[in-house]
């Protein structure tokens, strides 16, 4: 079946995805904190990877740089098993942490290190160039800067920068703009997409950017708890879910509203966390008379963003104080006058929540 599935119609192998896992378990310690039954990332993907703190990103991060090797399960690379070429993968494959790493010498000697210890020896100052100033970073400026002479902005840039100047098949970000400013976050944000549309270069970026990501991404790979909720920009509403004593759960919202769902069959305890698509929430500018669904909440239009992967729009509603996610079409936006202020309802049934 596989096999079949990889070849298409016209009976030109498909290209396997970059990275695939297969039934892949991760413990620290003998505490499971990774379980994924399949994903996979296609070569020239920009995959987004959200979730609450604890969920699993950056171990899943680590994971696909081979710096940690499942517990159980498999990790292909290109179609093949990666266990046991790690070395030659790792050229290939190149993460950017959270806060820059930097060596105790200038910023050229910084971005042109991986290039060297890749036994380049032509060209290494064009790559150091080009790479500085794809992150921004005049070469003439900085080039003889020393890593202490940078801000964190600029530390972070030139921590992607070395790690663009290899060219990498595909780079992995753990929020790479978690700590920097404004601006240094446009400026990275824009380096990486022009590496993955320059270089076909895989894209994997765990951030709490939902904006920017679904701007960008081909695909949002949800993780809750070390699992996957579901792809795009699943809703997770968390806690509080109590018993309803008209049937079902409910979960109370700050502003006295309540949202109301159908338990898990066969547990007796309330659920944690429940998922709800936002392709399932309708919206609508007034109170509908008729409704067959439960869930009928008051609330404002916060933000709203193109989603890459879908041409349609995500719209967030604040109801109560939490962020509800609503897919809809450019159309509906235009029918709906939809903008960020205005007052919605948004609908949905009490069935369309699902539990993890
Ligand atoms: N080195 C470690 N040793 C033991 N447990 C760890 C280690 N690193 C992470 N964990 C645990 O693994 C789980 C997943 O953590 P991970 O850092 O992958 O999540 P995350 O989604 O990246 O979180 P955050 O958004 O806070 O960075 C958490 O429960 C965390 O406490």
């Known amino acids: 079946m596989e096999t079949r599935a990889a070849i298409r119609e016209e009976g030109i192998p498909a290209a396997p995805p970059l990275f695939e896992l297969r039934d892949v378990e991760f413990a620290y310690g003998g505490r499971t904190v990774l ?14 990877l959200v979730g609450p703190n604890g969920s699993g990103k950056s171990t899943l991060l680590k994971l696909l740089a081979l710096l940690l090797a499942p517990t159980r399960g498999q990790l292909l690379y290109g179609g093949q098993v990666a266990a046991g ?9 190149t993460l950017l942490l959270q806060e820059p790493f930097l060596l105790k010498r200038t910023v050229f000697e910084n971005v042109a290190y991986g290039l060297r210890t890749r036994g380049l020896v032509e060209g290494v100052s064009e790559r150091v160039e080009e790479a500085l100033s794809l992150v921004g970073l005049s070469p003439k400026r900085f080039a003889s800067r020393q890593w ?7 530390a972070q840039r030139v921590s992607l920068a070395s790690r663009l100047a290899l060219r990498p098949r595909a780079l992995l970000l753990d929020e790479p703009t978690a700590s920097v400013d404004e601006s240094s976050a446009l400026l990275i944000k824009e380096a990486v997409v022009a590496a993955s549309s320059e270089w076909g270069t895989t894209l994997v970026v765990a951030t709490h950017d939902l904006v920017w990501l679904h701007e960008v991404a ?7 708890r070390g699992r ?10 968390q806690g509080s879910w109590v018993l309803d004593p008209a049937g079902g759960l409910r979960r109370p919202l700050a502003d006295g509203q309540w949202i109301r769902a159908l338990g898990p069959e066969g547990s007796d305890e309330p659920p944690s966390v429940g998922i709800l698509g936002p392709s399932d929430v309708t919206l609508a500018t007034e109170k509908p008379s008729h409704l067959s669904a439960q ?8 933000h709203m963003a193109l989603e890459n992967g879908s041409g349609r729009v995500l719209v967030s509603v604040n109801v109560g104080g939490l962020l509800l996610k609503a897919r809809v079409t450019p ?8 903008h960020p202020g205005l007052e919605v309802w948004a609908i949905f049934k009490a069935t369309a929540l699902r539990w993890l």
Request: charged share 15%; proline share 2%; no cysteine.
């Open 148 to 154: 202490y002479q940078l801000s964190g902005g600029e």
């Open 35 to 48: 379980s994924l039954r399949h994903l996979a990332f296609p070569q020239g993907a920009v995959v987004g």
């Open 331 to 338: 159309e509906a936006v235009l029918s709906l006058g939809l």
């Open 218 to 224: 081909t695909d949002v790979v949800s993780l809750y």
């Open 295 to 302: 869930n009928l909440l008051q609330g404002q239009v916060t």
């Open 228 to 237: 996957v909720a579901g792809h795009g920009a699943e809703n997770l509403i």
């Open 85 to 93: 070429r790690e070395g030659e993968l790792r050229r290939e494959v």
